[in-house]
């Protein structure tokens, strides 16, 4: 954790908690000054930002103004994130107001904010990676076309401790699983036991799309567009996983000799995938993670909705840890890919923190949003690049105050089946995962038989209405991670 309070001198402390940024009015006080788990805090001036002064304000704060709106609309904040409150301060301030250039917008930024540099503790630079909105073909109905379904929420599945329910779900520091035949906590079906067919029947299809590769693309980045074959678009967003950590399907084909390093690339993994489909989903299976969607009734022209439950903004919104607040503006200051006519380019560029993934973790991470289709793809595929952070935080907080609720981080989960294991008292090094019924029986029927269903419609809504922002489970890498 990194202690922060205000002061004009700001030596850095490390210690075994994180870094202390303190002053010599403050060196005798038994208050407790913010911190930030894991993280280092050094605050600067804005003349130290470089590119500032040429960033496109207005831009910017018309993204912030959309948090604004969703912050002001809830009306309410958590006592233990002080930022929270502070910001909410901020946006009733923004209410109304329509700067009419860059100049009036950024003034906005540096009357209301204080530049800080973030990092994690003993590092200078975080990661960054980008994501986007996929748009793929697909049907409502299954064919030898369109065969691959893209399934919403299973009614079994759930997080312990909650009733089940179509109300938001945890993307992380939760476990997710269902009941047994015998009332136990189990984990649910993997990516494995789903691809061979073990929800069919239970008219979970949202859609159907042409291949596997499409889904783990939406999969990956939280959303898709899907084109229907009469011309109408379906808006997906993420809506639950079934619990199971993400692996890298272009790590895992690097690894076992499928593609070379040099030439991964999403095109190269989907002929890969097309060429040899027996051997893909053997691969695709090692990452048992899977994603459900659900309907949003967004237009062909709308942005999706991240899950701080406002519009993303291409190039203006990004993906944070939980641990900011949503609505928190990060200068980002990096070298990228953005132009694919030059290995990277200067990047200095005021982005508002509006979405999360449980890939997405640490004081200094960002994945950037960048709009959808083909090309946003191509960016968003290319960036995976160090950069410098630096949080904009009110300057009305009261940060030896505020340090008092700041929260300790949640403990790490422990894997899915190791949970349950010990929840049922089989807490052994050595037991083997029992295969359910119905998952063997779907093994052994997509051994044998394709996978083609009987025809069946379905309704453009899922009855649940559009809800929260997307919580992907967006991997820290590029291509299709």
């Given amino acids: 954790m990194a202690p922060f309070a205000k002061s004009s001198a700001w030596p850095v402390v490390a210690s075994l908690l994180g870094a202390m940024l303190c002053s010599a009015a403050s060196a005798g006080s038994t208050q407790e000054p913010l911190k930030l788990a894991g993280s280092q805090l050094e605050p600067i001036q804005w003349t130290e930002l470089a590119g500032w002064a040429g960033d496109d304000h207005l831009a910017a704060f018309a993204a912030y103004q959309a948090s604004c709106q969703a912050l002001r609309k809830s009306g309410h904040t958590d006592e233990h994130r002080p930022i929270q409150a502070a910001l909410l301060n901020i946006c009733r301030k923004a209410s109304g107001l329509l700067p009419q250039h860059s100049q009036a917008a950024r003034a906005f930024f540096e009357e209301n904010f204080q530049p800080v540099r973030i990092a994690r503790l003993g590092e200078h630079e975080g990661l960054l990676t980008g994501y986007f909105e996929p748009i793929v073909q697909g049907s409502r109905f299954p064919s030898p076309e369109f065969h691959v379904p893209v399934y919403r929420r299973p009614p079994d599945l759930f997080v312990a401790g909650r009733k089940p329910g179509p109300g938001t779900f945890p993307n992380k520091d939760a476990r997710i699983g269902r009941r047994d035949a015998n009332g136990q906590f189990v984990p649910y079906y993997d990516r494995a036991a789903i691809e061979a067919g073990v929800l069919d029947g239970q008219k979970l299809e949202i859609c159907w799309i042409r291949d596997a590769f499409d889904l783990l693309a939406m999969q990956i980045q939280g959303s898709g567009r899907i084109i229907l074959e009469d011309g109408t678009p379906l ?247």
């Fill in 235 to 481: 808006r997906i967003n993420y809506d639950s996983h079934n619990g199971y950590s993400f692996t890298s399907l272009s790590r895992a084909l690097v690894e076992h000799h499928r593609i070379a390093r040099q030439a991964i690339s999403p095109q190269r993994i989907r002929e890969w995938m097309t060429a040899h489909p027996d051997e893909a989903a053997k691969e695709r299976a090692a990452n048992r993670s899977y994603i459900f969607f659900r309907i949003t009734g967004l237009s062909n022209d709308s942005e999706p909705v991240g899950a701080q439950g406002v519009p993303l903004t291409p190039g203006r919104s990004i993906a944070v840890d939980r641990l900011h607040d949503y609505g928190t503006p990060f200068f980002i200051d990096a070298n990228l890919a953005v132009d694919s006519t030059r290995p990277v380019s200067p990047f200095h560029r005021l982005m508002i923190a509006q979405d999360t993934g449980s890939a997405i973790v640490g004081p200094a991470r960002a994945d950037l949003y960048w709009g959808a289709g083909d090309d946003a793809g191509r960016i968003a595929s290319r960036i995976h690049n160090p950069g410098r952070f630096v949080m904009l935080l009110p300057r009305d907080l009261d940060m030896v105050a505020a340090g008092k609720h700041m929260p300790l981080p949640l403990p790490k989960p422990k894997l899915a089946d190791a949970q349950v294991r010990k929840e049922n008292g089989t807490d052994s090094a050595s037991a083997k995962p029992k295969v359910d019924p119905s998952a063997a029986a779907a093994y052994a029927r997509a051994a044998t038989q394709p996978r083609i269903h009987s025809k069946r419609s379905i309704s453009q809504t899922d009855g649940r209405g559009v809800g929260a922002g997307k919580q992907s489970t967006r991997a820290p890498a590029n291509s299709i991670r």
